[in-house]
């Protein structure tokens, strides 16, 4: 089993930053592709960010790449997303999630069912 915790979220003003962590327990991921979806009300979850498991893969999608970067701590079994730059639809609450049933994938995966875990999420609240 593994456990996912988020922290970082909350309330800034539109182009202010935000660093979500997401601190994995119970097994180590660090053979495994993690990545960051979000959620905004009435809307299906939406895929932000992923990395492979040694960090040498990652991908963004279109909507927040060149403002947020994604990185992972193998050593500590953390991930984090540093967000700049942020516009009022960022405005979401952001889930971590990890693929931990294949091992060295060279590409992580981008869409919700490739992911297993997950954590309870965070708030990102983004006023204009």
């Known amino acids: 089993q593994v456990q996912l915790v988020e922290s970082g979220g909350g309330l800034v003003q539109a182009g202010g930053s935000l660093r979500l962590s997401c601190a994995a327990s119970g097994r180590a991921v660090s053979n495994y592709a993690m990545a960051w979806f979000r959620q905004a009300p009435g809307k299906e979850p939406e895929f932000v960010a992923a990395v492979s498991w040694s960090g040498g893969s990652i991908i963004y999608a279109d909507s927040v790449k060149g403002r947020f970067t994604i990185s992972r701590d193998n050593a500590k079994n953390t991930m984090a997303l540093q967000m700049n730059d942020l516009k009022p639809e960022d405005t979401a609450v952001y889930y971590c999630?990890?693929?931990?049933?294949?091992?060295?994938?060279?590409?992580?995966?981008?869409?919700?069912?490739?992911?297993?875990?997950w954590g309870q999420g965070t708030q990102v609240t983004v006023s204009s």
């Open positions: 999630a990890t693929d931990p049933w294949r091992e060295h994938l060279s590409t992580p995966g981008t869409t919700k069912s490739e992911y297993d875990y």
